[in-house]
């Protein structure tokens, strides 16, 4: 068992499932996840083999007797009026009908509608007014003579959802994991292999929790299709409603002048709109300008009534074009609607997660580990609700004074809901808070950037923070300007100031610089538009002994990537030139001997390059470094192994290093000659 599902099962045991028996169970039930988990929770919530089979078959056995699959609907009526009484699992939705002075009750799969339904239900039980609710019903069957009296009654009705945590107690026992330990068992509760995931793909996919956890938090993302974008909202909480379509009526949504019901954001958490770009799609501008008003006051009105409400906005939709497009030609909220695409709408957006570096779903990106029950999870963050860590960062860092009042609110609301998902006891270090806050910071700035780019009227704004200990100050530029740069005129990606030598800076639209430099090189995790050319060309050039540094050169990504280095080389000397490449690297006895072997294969290899290549072994190097007789060291900190994994081999990243993601790192570039 990994140290992961240790710790789960260890200190929260009775509330971790196992995430690959959802698939198990579910069959061709069109059900969330979430609906699945609960039922797995009362049966599977264990790490004993002999149990969790026995479980799975009790639940596959609920399933194919008290779900409702639209085409049994008849079948399951019969069953009901035969027997009597049937407990069912379906989604119920309930409307008041004035005229009789009753509750009466639709049921989607089942087909039945105008069940009357106990006020006490519905007074227990209010999301029942709204869009429906997953249940679990005990339905019975008593003809009567009476006209116009249904036969249909609704002896017990449950919500599928947990009924009661204790949030103090899940804070307590979040101390007994770090930091990545957590991360990694929030992603394994989603349904996602952290091992497949950079720290930076993990925080995109974990921020997609911050509207569950922070009430009136407005989030958008846009991104290619398959990324999972709208799957958390739909699957992961039944405190998160998913609008299809991206289109919704101003009565739906808010109120309904006519009846007087109140919409979607009077009842749920999160409302989120899929499928919600598509500049052609057509929208209620009167819809919209309530939704300015609601997203930037948290109220709205219902004739001279004024609501308050705390549901969260979520926006999700496909890219029409490659990011180096939009950024050349237009901009990054390009694919809206035309009502939507409204600067005054945009600019009550918290935060713009960039969709474009979230990877297509894989098999190999989902897990088959414990996790959190997601319905245990989603009650959690209902709880976490309440508390507020807007200004938690205040502690260690301080804005610049120059980022208007509502920049700093969604920067807050940002790092306040990273901070609830994360760190829920509120315990973190400052270097634990100077991630969050700077993640936050760029989430904002993206926003910020492209409204200045719709309209001119906005002012720059200086995206930085100061550290109150030691007064440097620091700004953030987005990953997707640092590597394509901005469509104005060109800016350099900040640096931190208390760096002693200025970082080398790759600038698109430069021109090449001949001559090599002294500094240091920071790459932020999911940047691309990196390769080894870039990094060491220019230092390489001259160099007819090399000697390289890297304790992992074995498997076979990192002979791939040592090769490609070779190649660069072979590719930078001069005609005729020869080379000496040492390499120096450690091993174990798994992989000793395939090294050795691949390493004499290298060595034939390059001969006719004019490339002596050697090597060693040496248990003690922990170091990565490139050595020159040109006068150049470059410190690597992660050795040559700074891309991500590929998707194989039909994958362009696989044969173009630019087109690869990187792994954060920092290189370090050193002229000896100067001492």
């Not at 198990?24 to 004993?48: F, H, M």
């Not at 008041?96 to 989607?108: G, I, P, Q, S």
């Not at 808010?254 to 929208?283: M, P, Q, S």
């Not at 995206?463 to 620091?474: E, P, V």
């Amino acid at each position: 068992m990994s140290t992961i599902n240790h710790l789960l099962n260890t200190h929260f045991s009775g509330k971790v499932v196992r995430k690959d028996l959802t698939k198990l169970v579910k069959g061709n039930a069109i059900v969330p996840t979430y609906v699945l988990e609960y039922l797995l929770g009362q049966y599977c919530a264990t790490d004993v083999e002999d149990t969790i089979a026995e479980g799975v078959e009790n639940v596959k056995n609920i399933i194919a007797k008290h779900f409702v699959h639209r085409d049994e609907a008849q079948m399951i009526k019969s069953m009901v009026r035969e027997k009597g009484t049937h407990r069912i699992i379906d989604k119920v939705a309930v409307k008041l009908n004035d005229r009789k002075d009753v509750y009466e009750a639709d049921f989607a799969n089942l087909g039945l509608n105008k069940v009357v339904i106990s006020d006490l239900i519905v007074k227990d039980h209010k999301k029942l007014l709204s869009s429906g609710v997953w249940c679990i019903v005990t339905l019975g069957y008593m003809p009567s003579d009476e006209r116009d009296v249904s036969p249909w009654i609704i002896d017990n009705l449950k919500p599928i959802q947990i009924a009661n945590i204790d949030v103090e107690e899940y804070k307590a026992c979040r101390k007994h994991f770090n930091k990545e330990e957590w991360i990694d068992a929030l992603l394994q509760s989603i349904g996602l292999n952290p091992k497949e995931f950079s720290f930076r793909s993990k925080l995109l996919q974990l921020s997609r929790l911050i509207p569950f956890a922070e009430n009136n938090y407005n989030l958008i993302e846009l991104g290619p299709k398959g990324t999972g974008k709208s799957h958390i909202y739909s699957e992961m909480s039944p405190h998160g409603m998913l609008i299809s379509g991206g289109e919704v009526s101003k009565a739906k949504l808010f109120v309904n002048n006519t009846t007087g019901d109140i919409g979607l954001v009077g009842y749920w958490d999160v409302v989120a709109y899929d499928e919600f770009a598509g500049k052609d799609k057509r929208a209620d501008r009167g819809l919209v300008d309530i939704l300015k008003n609601y997203m930037a006051n948290k109220s709205f009105s219902r004739g001279t009534q004024v609501y308050g409400a705390s549901a969260s906005m979520v926006f999700v939709g496909n890219t029409d074009h490659s990011v180096p497009y939009m950024l050349k030609h237009s901009d990054l909220f390009e694919a809206l609607p035309k009502d939507y695409y409204d600067t005054a709408f945009l600019d009550r957006i918290h935060a713009y997660l960039p969709g474009w570096e979230v990877q297509k779903l894989r098999n190999e990106m989902f897990t088959s580990d414990y996790g959190f029950i997601v319905d245990y999870l989603a009650e959690v963050l209902k709880e976490l609700r309440k508390e507020d860590h807007t200004y938690a960062y205040t502690e260690f860092f301080e804005l610049s004074d120059t980022i208007t009042t509502r920049d700093k609110t969604a920067i807050s609301k940002t790092f306040s809901g990273l901070v609830k998902v994360i760190y829920p006891d509120g315990n973190f270090t400052k270097e634990e808070a100077r991630e969050l806050l700077e993640f936050s910071i760029e989430c904002r700035r993206r926003v910020k950037e492209q409204l200045r780019i719709m309209d001119e009227t906005f002012e720059k704004v200086d995206f930085s923070y100061t550290c109150k200990a030691t007064g440097t100050k620091k700004e953030i530029q987005t990953l997707e300007i640092i590597e394509y740069g901005p469509k104005e005129e060109s800016q350099e990606p900040a640096f931190d100031t208390t760096t002693a030598e200025k970082p080398v800076v790759d600038k698109p639209e430069a021109p090449v610089v001949t001559q090599p430099e002294a500094g240091q090189k920071i790459i932020r995790d999911n940047q691309s538009g990196i390769s080894y050319e870039k990094l060491f060309g220019k230092h390489l050039v001259g160099a007819t002994d090399i000697r390289l540094t890297d304790p992992y050169i074995r498997l076979p990504y990192q002979l791939r990537n040592f090769m490609e280095f070779t190649a660069l080389i072979a590719k930078v000397k001069e005609e005729g030139q020869e080379v000496k490449l040492h390499l120096v690297t450690n091993n174990n006895e798994d992989y000793l001997e395939n090294a050795r072997e691949a390493f004499k294969e290298i060595i034939d290899s390059l001969e006719p390059l004019g490339i002596f290549f050697s090597f060693e072994f040496d248990d003690n190097i922990h170091d990565r470094s490139i050595e020159m007789d040109n006068g150049w060291k470059i410190v690597l900190g992660r050795g040559l192994d700074i891309f991500q994994k590929t998707n194989g081999r039909c994958d362009i990243a696989e044969y173009y290093q630019e087109k690869r993601l990187c792994k954060a790192c920092e290189i370090t570039y050193l002229d000896v000659q100067l001492g």
